[in-house]
């Protein structure tokens, strides 16, 4: 006898043929229901139903690019209004503060905001590895797996302080051996690579101006010793074009062809500063891009060409980066950014509210490498975000999927993480949000004081 959950007569669903709504058993979708429709259920099975009448349905949503320990220096005095490499300059100091208790708390924020939002994957870049927190990632896993959230986790790193030519400072680096005696240790103790994995771990040296090209080669050649993924930032601004070229002699993709990236098993933050050549190039070698428009505008850093990188062959997804640069971590926002965003750079008739959805759904899952998230389809895991169009701004709203991106929504009322539901009415169980943003709110103070 099964026991089943029928997602029932959604007020409307991102999947074809669902308008009955979905069926759950376990983890995964067992069926979609078409319009005046019922499961094919035996009657044997016991059927839980949940009534989405008022709900729109999406596939959760895939955040393919964040830096979690930001929510503490949110709006910072000293990094505001300023460009990536000042900013960069400004925050490198207070965040050579981080202590375990710091990450903890950043952590869990910073996925219960995710989750709130409508994003049941998570993928963090954590590179900064103070004498204070050397097992960063360990509290992750442990904060992921409290809260029931499925995450991508990449052991970043820094090796290149400003000593040796880099822009960080020398208290956030740590030298290769460590580097990649951790990264292993942190694959062989928790990377899930079979199908409805909750914890998958990536290889993610920071950027090209903050480790050597020693690092970047060997963190490929590991990656590919245990078949985990590789992620950096990359071509984020015209700086870094002007680094690589001062530093390499090379612009950042002939670098990054150089030390073996130039593959499928790489996806990379920003990619705003691409030449046609260089499109053409990542596409063919099925690169994935996070775009991560929010931060891309805060930080005046440029537009990425989604739709001429997607037509070459490469994956797009979405992230919403850090909460310094971002100053926020909302999936749901960060997907009407994007198509507000990449309206400036293409007609409205190519940028649709369906474009948004599949990169933050669809596309991010193939960053991921994951062919088990991302869509409403039988066999895939249950990852529901259900919102309901209950506030002033959507009254009025015709088509209620537009409505969702064009009148701006902020939070789910549901959310459901492989077969579980981790959010309801609006609110993640046995979670005192309260005590977390007291607790978490302070440490922050205390972070962004040790620059005064």
Known sequence: MAHLTWIKNPLAILAENAEGGIVVED???????????????SSDDQITIFDASYHVVLPGLINVHHHFYQTLTRACPVAINKPLFPWL????????????EMMGQASTLALAESMLS???????????FPKALPDAIDIQVKQANMLGVRVHLTRGSMSLGVDQGGLPPQSTVQDEDTILDDSERLINLYHDPNPGSMVQIALAPCSPFSV?????????????????????????THDETEFCLSMFGRRPVDYLEDVGWLADDVW??????????EIVRLGKAGVGIA????????????IARTLELEKAGSPVGLGVDGSASNDGSNMIQEVRQALLLQRLRYDASEITHQSAYRW???????????????????????????????????????????ALVLCGAHQVDALMIAGDWRVRDGEIPDLDMAELMHHHHRLGLKLQASSV
């Not at 069926?31 to 094919?40: D, K, T």
């Not at 409508?118 to 900064?128: I, K, M």
């Not at 990656?223 to 071509?235: D, E, F, M, P």
């Not at 775009?291 to 440029?302: E, K, T, V």
């Open 118 to 128: 409508g994003c049941t994957t998570a993928s963090d870049h954590h590179y900064l």
């Open 27 to 41: 983890q995964e979708i067992v069926e979609l229901v078409p319009a005046g429709g019922s499961p094919a259920a």
């Open 360 to 402: 933050a759904t669809e596309g991010s899952a193939r960053c991921l490498g994951r062919d088990d998230i991302g869509k409403l389809k039988v066999g895939n895991q249950a990852d529901l975000a259900l919102f309901k169009l209950d506030e002033p701004r959507f009254s009025g709203s015709g088509d209620p999927l537009a």
């Open 291 to 302: 775009h991560c428009p929010s931060s891309n505008m805060i930080l005046s850093s440029g």
């Open 268 to 277: 990379l933050a920003h990619g705003i500063h691409f030449n046609d050549e």
């Open 212 to 236: 050597s090209t020693e690092l970047m080669k060997s963190s490929a050649l590991l990656a590919r010793k245990y078949g985990v993924r590789l992620h950096t930032h990359l071509a984020e």
């Open 89 to 100: 300059k400004s925050l490198y100091p207070l965040w050579a503060e981080l202590d375990g």
